[in-house]
């Protein structure tokens, strides 16, 4: 089963609103990244968060993480049509050493100009 | 231009028929990985490689094949393809040794139909 669960699985948006994504997963972390990946093309690295971080920005991206609740959460403020694409979190299992990441099945975002 | 790249982009072939996707990246990364992606399930990890000679099964390796005899390539082999490894692959690079503390660069991704 997957580790990460995006939600919602779809969300649409007109621009300059604002756009939440949360991910859910099971098991204790080392890290948690957050993904973009714009239709049929390769995914492109947003912001990774660590365990003992709660709260991380970069521009117009706020990621939150709740250990105690396994979910995070990101945000993208005033958002535009550029930022339609679909968006992943990945993780890892704590007892794998980081050395795999497992990613949940995405929320694609329409942003409507 | 740093960059990971893959081959071929497109692909149809048919089943039992041994193909190679290739996947190279120029960023001197010990870390590379193949994924799969299909509707409903997100991406899969297929395989792994810390390091040259080194290589590990991900969560969906049944089926595939990697290796790892140079840094900078790690190319995925379908022995024996058949029609449930129709999907987009990517293939995934990045610095250090625990993916989950570096930025994964991905590649274009190879769309594979296998009839």
């Known amino acids: 089963s997957q580790q990460g669960e995006e939600d919602p699985q779809a969300l649409s948006i007109q621009e300059g609103e604002n756009a939440t994504m949360n991910c859910s997963y099971k098991?204790?972390?080392?890290?948690l990244q957050w993904y973009r990946q714009n239709s049929g093309r390769g995914l492109v690295h947003l912001i990774l968060?660590?365990?003992?971080?709660r709260e991380k920005h970069s521009g117009r991206l706020r990621v939150t993480l709740d250990t105690s609740k396994k979910s995070s959460s990101l945000l993208i403020t005033a958002s535009r049509a550029a930022d339609t694409a679909s968006y992943f979190c990945?993780?890892?299992?704590?007892?794998?050493?980081?050395?795999?990441?497992?990613f949940g099945e995405g929320t694609q975002l329409t942003v409507n100009p | 231009e740093a960059q990971v790249t893959q081959n071929p982009r497109y692909l149809i072939t048919v089943t039992g028929k041994k193909l190679t996707v290739t996947c190279s990246q120029n960023?001197?990364?010990?870390?590379m990985s193949w994924y799969r992606q299909d509707p409903g399930l997100g991406l899969r990890q297929i395989y792994y490689?810390?390091?040259?000679?080194?290589?590990d099964k991900g969560d969906v390796p049944e089926g595939y094949k990697v290796s790892r005899k140079e840094k900078r390539n790690f190319p995925l082999i379908l022995e024996s393809p058949s029609p449930n490894q129709t999907s987009l692959y990517f293939c995934?690079?990045?610095?250090?040794?625990?993916?989950?503390?570096?930025?994964?660069?991905f590649g274009p991704g190879t769309r594979l139909t296998v009839l």
């Open positions: 995934a690079s990045s610095t250090g040794l625990a993916a989950s503390r570096d930025t994964q660069y």
């Open positions: 098991t204790s972390i080392n890290n």
């Open positions: 968060i660590r365990s003992n971080e």
């Open positions: 990945a993780t890892d299992a704590r007892e794998t050493s980081g050395s795999r990441l497992t």
């Open positions: 960023m001197n990364h010990e870390y």
């Open positions: 490689s810390m390091n040259v000679e080194v290589t």
